[in-house]
């Protein structure tokens, strides 16, 4: 009898142990699940309300090591990023940031640049089936909002994905003058006196709040010194002409158009003269 009580209470403490391990092996893959889990469908919120793929689409835009600033002057908007070239055996004429949509709207991708391919196309297609409708060219505040509620559309299905880029439209309205617009991979859009995006796009909106708290008039000139002063200062360093890439549209000249390296190395003068 005595033995027979002492193999009871082992198989009662081995039936306990198995319970407590299966216990702490569900607490553990519990909270597993709730960490990784919830980052494997587009389409399924997390308990907290986030919409992991999506957060990771902005974190793709920053793995692109590139910050594009957009500025709205008085009567011009400028755009600025950098121009890095992955290879030295490439041709730096065919690496490019900007890209015209229509004669008058331009933009600045940031991200992966098979996306920033893909969108333009998208842009440009949009753009050209809005003419052939109406008969004159798209508004770039429209454009901007065709753009994000393509890219929404792209956070609820789940055979598709978010792009992994960011894009910042410049134009000059017939009505509403110098025009500057930003679209991010969740569908949001907003106009704005100034924006940035990309890896420091922080740090940028920082500085960019400081110097435009006053709200000051700026002319041509100053519009493109202020977008490459912000890279510069975020930064921490000198460009040279060849690597950054400066678009501008203007009241006087509607067309977009990308300024030559002369041109840049002339508004770097002004600036270093300047400080």
């Not at 050209?128 to 109406?134: D, I, T």
């Not at 008969?135 to 753009?147: E, F, S, W």
């Not at 960011?166 to 009505?175: N, Q, S």
């Amino acid at each position: 009898r005595e033995r027979e009580r002492k193999r009871e209470k082992k198989r009662e403490n081995g039936r306990r142990e198995t319970e407590r391990k299966r216990v702490l092996g569900y607490k553990r893959n519990n909270k597993m699940s709730r960490a990784t889990g919830y980052d494997r469908h587009i389409t399924i919120f997390s308990p907290e309300g986030r919409l992991h793929q999506v957060e990771y689409a902005f974190k793709a835009i920053k793995a692109g090591n590139l910050t594009a600033v957009g500025v709205r002057g008085q009567d011009s908007c400028v755009v600025v990023t950098q121009k890095k070239v992955p290879d030295k055996l490439i041709d730096p004429s065919t690496i490019t940031s900007m890209f015209k949509i229509t004669r008058n709207i331009g933009c600045v991708m940031t991200g992966m640049t098979a996306d920033s391919s893909a969108y333009v196309q998208r842009a440009r297609a949009l753009a050209a089936e809005y003419k052939h409708q109406n008969g004159y060219d798209i508004p770039v505040h429209y454009l901007a909002n065709r753009l994000a509620d393509k890219a929404q559309v792209y956070t609820q299905n789940a055979w598709m994905r978010p792009y992994g880029v960011g894009c910042i439209l410049i134009a000059v309205d017939d009505e509403g003058g110098p025009q500057l617009y930003r679209c991010d991979p969740a569908g949001t859009f907003a106009g704005f006196r100034a924006c940035a995006m990309g890896q420091k796009d922080i740090e940028a909106f920082n500085f960019l709040e400081k110097k435009l708290k006053k709200k000051p008039d700026l002319d041509e000139s100053a519009t493109v010194e202020l977008g490459i002063t912000t890279l510069q200062h975020i930064y921490s360093s000198d460009f040279k002409p060849s690597e950054i890439e400066v678009a501008v549209v203007t009241a006087g000249n509607t067309a977009f158009r990308v300024l030559s390296e002369q041109e840049v190395d002339r508004h770097l003068t002004a600036i270093s003269e300047r400080d």
